[in-house]
């Protein structure tokens, strides 16, 4: 499987943002895929993960993000989106999607190339 991530760039505070991981590969190799964040200085902070083959495409979310944004799916696309909504300077990082094996994404298989959101005035 691999993973491509987008569609960061430079937002004010209060602004939004919406990131795209595109996946290809076999579906059958991974069951999640979560979206992970890290800022210079800082460990890297699991940010939410979605379910990929289940028909319900469960999400589960950081405290951190929770509220603000919103993971979600287009299994005909490939694709999983990270909505961004509400965003602060705290959420400035590198931005970077991984597939896992499970659909709680608790074992990671892949990861894809970051993508940097400024949150700036």
């Known amino acids: 499987v691999q993973l491509q991530a987008s569609g960061g760039g430079l937002v004010q505070p209060g602004g939004s943002l919406r990131l795209s991981c595109v996946h290809s590969g076999p579906t059958l190799d991974f069951n999640g895929i979560a979206w992970f964040r890290q800022a210079p200085g800082k460990e890297r902070e699991r940010v939410g993960c979605i379910a990929i083959s289940s028909s319900d495409g469960r999400t589960s979310y950081a405290d951190s993000v929770k509220g603000r944004f919103t993971i979600s799916r287009d299994n005909a696309k490939n694709t999983v989106y990270l909505q961004m909504n509400s965003l602060k300077p705290d959420d400035m990082a590198v931005y970077y999607c991984?597939?896992?094996?499970?659909?709680?994404?608790?074992?990671?298989?892949?990861w894809g190339q970051g993508t940097l959101v400024t949150v700036s005035s």
């Open positions: 991984a597939a896992a094996i499970d659909s709680q994404c608790r074992v990671l298989k892949r």
